[in-house]
């Protein structure tokens, strides 16, 4: 996958910006096209391929900052011209086939965690994974970065680009040699993480919060970096509120509910107008608190 992810990223700038948001799978600055603005302050500079599955054009659409249309995640034209993602004539094998298969086996991971996180936290197995049945609103991402790119205003530190309307982000990660000392000194070169995000915690009123994965770099900040995420996230119509395991008369209900579809149509609204998503002087993440009751009573004035 690595391997795929490289020449993906290889492809010519002018194949990149056929490909790129509104209508494509691709963001990046080779492209003009910028990220969104997760951290004030931060450089919108990653590169990155998203997937998402067929009945999720919502999400592609949303984070592509367009209205969903009926073309759901799209294809390559032969022609290597207008369709989401390149033809096989310019990437092969297909990129809705390789990454399609990533998608369902790291499915396979992430109900096997959620379940874990649910017994964990003493609740039924099924707890989150009955919601995913109807098609779960997940994404795959395909990011590459050089240290330059991913520094922020100070040069530190990089927050890497999350998606926080996530429950759960898996996180695999391959860097440059260039990177491997300051790395090493806490984790093997090849890492894998799993962070917490919004949906969860929302879901147990703050028990668990959502956590940022930042990337510490040397002062050159040189040296490669691929990613491959995935945002594992619930169906559309999920209820998401405290569960009731978690409100009791000392601890109420910290989060007014929501669906997973508003959830992540409000948070990525609020990333277009440039509004963020993690506070960093509560260092905390500021669309998990979003209080959704009181923007909808805002709407109806």
């Not at 017994?119 to 994404?139: C, I, K, N, Q, S």
Request: glycine content about 10%; aromatic content about 6%.
């Amino acid at each position: 996958m690595y391997n795929f992810s490289r020449r993906a990223h290889a492809l010519p700038p002018a194949v990149k910006r056929r490909h790129s948001r509104p209508h494509g799978g691709y963001t990046g600055p080779d492209a003009g096209v910028l990220g969104n603005v997760h951290e004030l302050g931060k450089l919108p500079s990653l590169r990155a391929w998203d997937y998402s599955r067929e009945p999720n054009a919502f999400v592609a659409a949303q984070c592509a900052g367009s209205p969903a249309s009926a073309g759901g995640s799209g294809g390559g034209d032969e022609g290597g011209g207008s369709g989401k993602y390149p033809g096989p004539e310019l990437l092969s094998p297909r990129f809705e086939d390789v990454v399609g298969d990533l998608y369902d086996r790291q499915q396979t991971l992430a109900a096997a965690l959620l379940e874990a996180i649910g017994e964990v936290l003493g609740l039924p197995p099924d707890a989150f994974t009955r919601h995913l049945a109807d098609g779960e609103l997940g994404t795959v991402r395909l990011m590459r970065a050089e240290g330059l790119e991913l520094r922020d205003v100070s040069g530190r530190w990089a927050v890497a680009p999350v998606r926080p309307d996530a429950l759960v982000v898996i996180l695999g990660e391959r860097c440059a040699r260039a990177e491997r000392r300051q790395r090493a000194l806490t984790r093997p070169r090849r890492v894998r993480d799993t962070s917490a995000g919004d949906v969860l915690e929302r879901m147990t009123n703050g028990v668990l919060r959502a956590t940022p994965h930042r990337v510490p770099l040397d002062g050159a900040g040189g040296g490669e970096r691929y990613s491959i995420i995935r945002f594992c996230a619930l169906a559309a119509h999920t209820r998401i509120a405290p569960m009731e395991e978690f409100v009791t008369p000392e601890s109420p209900a910290l989060y007014s509910a929501t669906t997973m579809e508003e959830h992540l149509r409000v948070t990525v609204e609020n990333l277009l107008a440039g509004r963020g998503a993690w506070d960093s002087e509560t260092d905390a993440s500021a669309t998990a608190t979003y209080d959704h009751a009181a923007a909808r009573s805002r709407d109806e004035l």
